[in-house]
Each structure stands twice: as C-alpha cells, then as structure tokens.
C-alpha cells in the first residue's frame, strides 16, 4: 500500500522545502528571575526550551511523508511551524518555490488555501456553537467572497458526501457526533478549500482503533481523488507502514534519518531508527531482539553536545559527544544523521 | 428561528428551571416586579413627577389600613405628600434601568478588553490588566462618589438633576469593568488553546473575526452568570449613592433615593417612607441574585445538583 502516491498527474518535484528550521519556546519568566550571579558578576540567563533545532526536509509533491518520533522530539511544532501556527526561531519555509514564513498575514492567503490541516483531537477542533454547515462553509466563504448561496450547498453536500457524513445532517452540532464522525467533519472542513498539501497532527490517535482504519482510508481515498500531498505527523509505526511513502524519524527536534517507508522497516540505518523499529510487537519467532535503550530522553533545555543521542547510543565514540551529525546520502534513497554509519562503524 | 426555538425548548436549561422552586420564584417575582415597573405610566395611581399633582396637605399620610390612613394613598404618603405606590414603581422602574444600562455598559467594555488582553497576550495583556487592577484597588463607591460630587460642583445641581440617570450609568459602568474583562480573559485563554481556533487561523481569519465569531461565543456562560450578580450590584451602587446624596434628585427618586428622603423622618415615626422601599430593593436583588446562583450552578457542568 506504500506506493499510491506515485498516481498524482503533477509533475514531481519537490513541493514544501524546510531549511535549518528552528524553533525556540522562551521559557516565561520574569526579568528578575531572569538575572543569575555566576563568578561574582549579575548575568541575565534566558532559558528556553529547544523543540526543534536546525531540520532540513523536503515534501515531494504527491507523496505522503510521515514524521514519526516519541512524544516531545518537536513532530507537532514542524506542523505547526509549516502552517505558520508559529513563527519560526530560525530557518526557512518554501511553498512550490515561495518563501512563505516571512510573509505577511495577507500575501499569505493564497497560499492559506492550499495547505490545511487535521488535528489531533476531535473533540477541541470543532467549535462546540457552529453546526457543520457553519463550520464548513466558513472557509469556503471567507477564501470566495462572492459565492452564491446554491454553490456552496452543493459543495457541502458534496464534501460531506466523500467524507461519509451524511449531508442531512448539516444543521447538526459537533457534541451530536461521535469521536469518528468529528473526525471526518474536521476533514471535510479542510477539504472545502480544495488544498493540495494537508498537514495531519496525529488525525488518528485519538480514535477508536477500529474507526482509525476507517479514517486512514477516507484520508487515503482523498488522496487519490484529490492529488493530495500530506506530511502525516504519528507516532504509530504500523500506521507509517501502511500510509507512508516516506518516513521522517524525528528525536529530540532533530532528524535522524529520512527513508522510504519499505527501506526504513526493512534496513533502518539509524541506531535510534534500529531501536524504534525493533520495538515493534510481531508474531514471528525469528525478529531480532529488541534493542532497549538505556537513560531518557535528554531534556530540550538543555541539549547534549555533539549527536543528541550520543549518550543512548552504544555505538557513539569521542566524535559523536563532539560534533553534530549532518544528514548525508546512503544508497537506497536514504538520508541519515550518524557519524557511525558514515565511518561504516555501524552495520 | 424555529430551530433556535426548538433547541432553547428542548435545553438542559429550561428543563433544569422547570424543575428548580427558587429559580421559577424567583423568576416570577422580578418578572412581575419589572412589568408593574415598566407599566408604571399606566397603572400607578398618581404621577409622582408632575408637581401639580402633589398636595403638601397630603404628606406623610400612613398606610391605608392604619388609622390616620387615607383610602387614595394605599401604601400612605412621603413628607412631600407623594403617594408612596406610585412613587415606589417609577423609583423601581429608575433603578432597574441604571442597573441594566450600567451593566451593559460594564459588559462590552469588559468583553472587548478582556478579549483583547486574553487573545493577544504580551504587553497589552499586562497593560490592561494592570489598568483593571488599579481599577479594583479603588471601590466602585469612592469612584462614583468622587466623580459625581465633582461634577455636582462643577456643573451645579440643576444640570446634575437633569444628567443623573446618564452619569449614575456611566460611572458604575466605568467603575465595574474589571470584573467582566478578568473573567472573560480567563476563559479566553483556555479557549484560544483549543484546536478549533487553531483551525480558524489556518483557514486565514483575522483575529478580530476569531474573537468575536468563534471565541466570544464560547465564554458565554461565564458572562451570563456575573451579569445578574453585576446587575444586583448596580442597583445597590446606584442605591448607596442616591442614598448619600448623589444619585437620583429628590423630584426623580430612584429606590435608594426613596430610602434616603424617608430617613429623616423613620424616628418620628413615619417608618413606611423607608420601609417599603427597602423591602422592594431587597427583594429585587435578593430574587436577582438567587437567580444568578441557579444560573451558575446549570452552567457549570461539573457541579451535579440533584
């Protein structure tokens, strides 16, 4: 099921370009709280909590990249940032070649209708005192003033339709749903604009696991009809597997690798990667061990020197606590940030 | 419209009140108190605001069904000879409106301050809220007191006596701000990090849209419930300083102003003047109050009365 995404009519290339993003959350504090003595001179200390630090990450037009990593390794503020939610500390957006996270509220718009997003949790990313009809057509009237009133009903109709939301339910309120039902109305509320990029923060995690499969397929389905390109932000492997044309894994705001889904579950590069895929249950006898990792995460205030996973990992030498790893080629289309499997010390 | 109909028939609200004594008496009571009120014009037996109407040979008349009563004056007669009832119902129909015009006023100052401290954040969210501090470290009373006896002396009384009503409104509506915008930021912020309004800003809305359309309507209930509280608070506001003097003139009384003018005169024994006003304005923030407690506890779901 990898390999859907190839059908898209565009020409290929690549359509989201993210360049050294960073992004830096201040931790509030007041300027009193602020100043240290340190060696008998007052110094003021600005703590901040560092999400994601300098990713570089292409999204190819059609494809379905999927972002995986544990909870807090900055999955969500990548999203975030690529829709301009946040501002970014440092680094680049393009959108199809436009620099877009320096621009203005309105030189954004064009671009506000072709990239939308699905959120997490269905029950906060529906306002409890709209109907869907309200809801859906809010977008829809706000990117097309001028559309009559016949259009925009055949055109809720119609997306409620391809998400199987009944369209007589129009005039109905969210808390009237079910956690799936929301689901699927939040992405009808994304489609109406008819965008071509969708970022998805974890559009299934909150549901049912057996209205998960359900929402994976509409999703899938609206890619194909749609030419959809999406960045599916998870961290369920068995959903990268069965979505992903490209998977991403993320740790501690920083990329490790960037594979092809069949190449990343099939030879993960990474030592972190290796680790991850290893812990996936299987059935058969005969999976390789699961590899566990020693300590915990480090604390993103106060990031380790050199590789950030340099004191997890068993393979890490005197040039893994020094120096930063920067993503490099390694044949079958991957890119991965170790200095290991750079030397070649890693199998 | 038949929707909203239904939906408002059909709500935990009006199903809660059916069931609720104090609420449905409560209810009755200012219902019926705002209609006599209102209806003053029309059922108040004398016009108490038409001097030619007034005998001083009538004053302090007691209650009909006391000796010296007189059948015309049921509720008796004030030291200017005013019949009490028909005073009494244009002073209620004073002192209600300046309760809700001053609470209207308090509300969308509030709100749109509140909204905006709590949507932007940073320096305007510390700036307004430092204002709405300094605000509350000064009672609404000394305010008023100062700005009216200000005004009083500067402008004189007979241009006072003709603004009072519009003053009396604008000062406690002034002075009660920071009640509305603290309460109304609070329920912005944890409205604003919600997804809904996330997916708002993706769409591309600007933030006033937001705020209004998407987050205003969210903060509702909270709004409605200090309102009523706001709303008795004024009617005691405007009844303490038509009490001290600087409220409602003595041709216009308002309840407080009723209170006042009768004091004077409670130990020669002419108790009615201030009795029976007192009685009404106690009933009517009593009955306005109860109100808001059912209000606040329907509205707040995780409070499960039986």
């Known amino acids: 099921m990898s390999g859907i995404a190839q059908q898209g009519s565009q020409p290929a290339g690549d359509l989201v370009k993210i360049r050294g993003l960073s992004k830096w959350f201040p931790l509030t504090k007041g300027f009193l709280e602020q100043l240290h003595f340190e060696g008998g001179k007052l110094v003021r200390k600005r703590e901040s909590v560092k999400a994601i630090n300098g990713v570089d990450l292409d999204v190819k037009r059609g494809e379905a990249l999927c972002v995986v990593g544990e909870s807090g390794c900055g999955k969500s503020t990548v999203a975030r940032v690529v829709m301009g939610l946040l501002e970014p500390t440092a680094g680049s957006i393009e959108y199809d070649g436009q620099r877009i996270d320096d621009l203005s509220a309105e030189r954004l718009m064009p671009y506000r209708r072709r990239m939308q997003m699905i959120f997490q949790n269905p029950y906060a990313s529906l306002n409890p005192r709209l109907t869907v009809k309200q809801a859906l057509e809010e977008p829809m009237r706000f990117h097309n003033p001028g559309i009559g009133n016949g259009e925009l009903k055949d055109k809720v109709q119609d997306v409620m339709d391809s998400v199987g939301v009944d369209p007589s339910w129009r005039e109905r309120f969210p808390h009237e749903f079910s956690g799936g039902q929301r689901q699927r109305v939040s992405i009808a509320r994304a489609l109406m604009v008819d965008p071509e990029f969708i970022v998805a923060d974890e559009p299934i995690s909150a549901l049912d696991v057996s209205i998960q499969a359900q929402v994976l397929n509409l999703m899938m389905d609206a890619m194909e009809q749609r030419n959809l390109t999406y960045m599916f932000i998870t961290h369920d492997l068995s959903v990268v597997e069965h979505f992903g044309t490209r998977v991403a894994v993320m740790y501690l705001g920083s990329l490790c690798e960037l594979a092809p889904t069949r190449t990343l579950f099939e030879t993960p590069r990474h030592p972190y990667t290796k680790a991850l895929i290893s812990a996936i249950p299987k059935l058969n006898r005969d999976r390789p061990a699961h590899i566990k990792l020693i300590g915990e995460v480090p604390t993103p205030i106060d990031l380790p020197s050199g590789c950030f996973f340099h004191n997890r990992c068993v393979y890490a030498n005197d040039r893994c606590r020094v120096e930063k790893p920067e993503l490099h080629s390694v044949d079958g289309g991957c890119r991965v940030a170790c200095h290991g499997v750079q030397e070649g010390r890693v199998d | ?306």
């Open chain 2, 1 to 306: 419209m038949t929707r909203y109909w239904h939906l408002f028939k059909d709500s935990a609200l009006l199903y809660s009140f059916g069931r609720d004594k104090v609420a449905m008496a409560s209810f009755s009571v200012l219902l019926l108190l705002v209609l006599l009120s209102f209806s003053s014009p029309l059922i108040a037996p004398f016009d108490p605001y038409d001097p030619a109407g007034i005998d001083i040979m009538d004053s302090d008349i007691p209650p009909s069904w006391q000796e010296e009563g007189d059948p015309r004056f049921t509720l008796g007669t004030d030291a200017q000879g005013r019949d009490m009832l028909s005073t009494m119902l244009y002073g209620t129909r004073i002192s209600i409106t300046i309760g809700f015009f001053a609470v209207l006023l308090q509300s969308v100052l509030g709100i749109l301050l509140g909204l905006a401290a709590g949507y932007y954040g940073g320096r305007i969210d510390a700036f307004l809220m430092r204002l709405a501090d300094i605000q509350l470290s000064f009672s609404t009373l000394m305010v008023a007191i100062v700005v009216l006896a200000v005004f009083q002396a500067s402008f004189g009384t007979e241009l006072y006596n003709d603004l009072a009503i519009f003053m009396l409104i604008l000062v406690i509506g002034i002075a009660e701000w920071p009640q509305y915008a603290r309460t109304v930021r609070a329920s912005v912020l944890a409205e604003k990090k919600k997804e809904y309004v996330d997916a708002v800003r993706v769409i591309g809305l600007g933030s006033r849209r937001i705020m209004l359309r998407h987050i205003l309507p969210n903060t509702l209930s909270p709004i409605l419930v200090i309102s009523t509280v706001q709303v008795a608070n004024a009617i005691m506001s405007e009844a303490a300083l038509s009490f001290l003097g600087l409220g409602m003139p003595v041709n216009k009384p308002s309840l407080g102003s009723l209170i006042n003018s009768g004091f004077e005169y409670i130990l020669s024994g002419s108790w009615w003047i201030t009795a029976f006003p007192a009685a009404i304005l106690i009933i009517l923030v009593l009955v306005i109050n109860l109100l808001g407690d059912w209000l606040r506890d329907v509205l707040n779901p995780k409070l499960y009365k039986d």
